[in-house]
């Protein structure tokens, strides 16, 4: 594996080791080992299929056949069920967005906050969060799957951000969106960035995702074949071309 840039020497907010991931007999992920700062944003990287998204869904927990090891603020979580990274602070936003039907943005929203421990002014939760995102501020009360592609996709980041968690893996949020709404969300994420929250993104937008990036990690084949700082990828075209090109 080759590097470009700095090395960062503290000690991560996410450490993966080793991580391995099936589909039945098809071994997607192989040996993968990158860490995650607290307040960096990380981009993995790659064509489809190189197995980027499978490193997501098997870090949450949503794929059976999966081995190594996930540390999360120094403790262990990989081999423990899904639904306990949400309450060790870990969020995720799927490429599929997963908008409730019949739900509002509102009520969507609120769904954010379900099961989490305390009591909690729903109300005043959601307005804050509406705030930073004005298209959804004035929609509040549509329904969220009428919404067009690139606002579900706030919507499911919103959710995402209500339980205020330190860490967001994002697959793929500008996928089917049109590009000024693309911008303003990469916007978005540099803000979310300044206030404290950890990204780990999945993104085919080569120019965008490495912008905002601190580091990114380039898959091939299930294996990390490169790494290094944003500013250092997006100046080296042939590394893009020859691993991101679609």
């Known amino acids: ?13 996410l450490q993966i080791d ?8 098809s071994h997607v992920v192989q040996d993968l ?20 998204t499978t490193t ?3 870090l ?22 899904a639904h306990t990274r949400f309450h060790k602070g870990i969020a995720y936003v799927p490429e599929e967005r997963r908008i409730v039907p019949g ?4 009520e969507n929203l609120q769904l954010g906050i379900l099961g989490q421990p305390g009591k909690h002014d729903l109300t005043a939760i959601v307005d804050q969060i509406a705030d930073t995102f004005p298209r959804l501020k004035e929609r509040l009360d549509q329904e969220g799957a009428s919404l067009s592609g690139g ?3 706030m919507l499911a980041i919103a959710r995402a951000m209500v339980a205020k968690p330190r860490l967001i893996l994002l697959d793929e949020p ?18 979310m960035k300044a206030e404290g929250t950890t990204l780990l993104l999945v993104e085919q937008n080569v120019e965008l995702a490495l912008r905002i990036s601190d580091r990114a990690y380039i898959i091939d084949q299930g294996r990390i074949v490169h790494t290094g700082t944003g500013e250092a990828l997006l100046a080296d075209r042939e590394i893009q071309e020859r691993y991101c090109a679609v």
């Open 1 to 13: 594996m080759s590097t470009w840039g700095n090395t960062d020497m503290t000690v991560p907010l």
């Open 174 to 191: 500008s996928e089917g969106i049109m590009p000024l709404l693309v911008h303003e969300m990469f916007g978005l994420f540099g803000r």
């Open 151 to 153: 606002e579900q996709q």
């Open 56 to 58: 997501l869904r098997a």
């Open 33 to 52: 080992s990158f860490h995650v700062n607290a307040g960096e944003i990380v981009t993995l990287m790659g064509r489809n299929g190189a197995g980027k």
């Open 60 to 81: 949450m927990g949503l794929v059976a056949k999966r081995r190594g090891q996930a540390r999360f603020d120094g403790r262990e979580f990989l081999a423990e069920p």
């Open 103 to 106: 739900l509002t943005v509102r």
């Open 18 to 25: 080793g991580l391995n991931a099936w589909y039945d007999r």
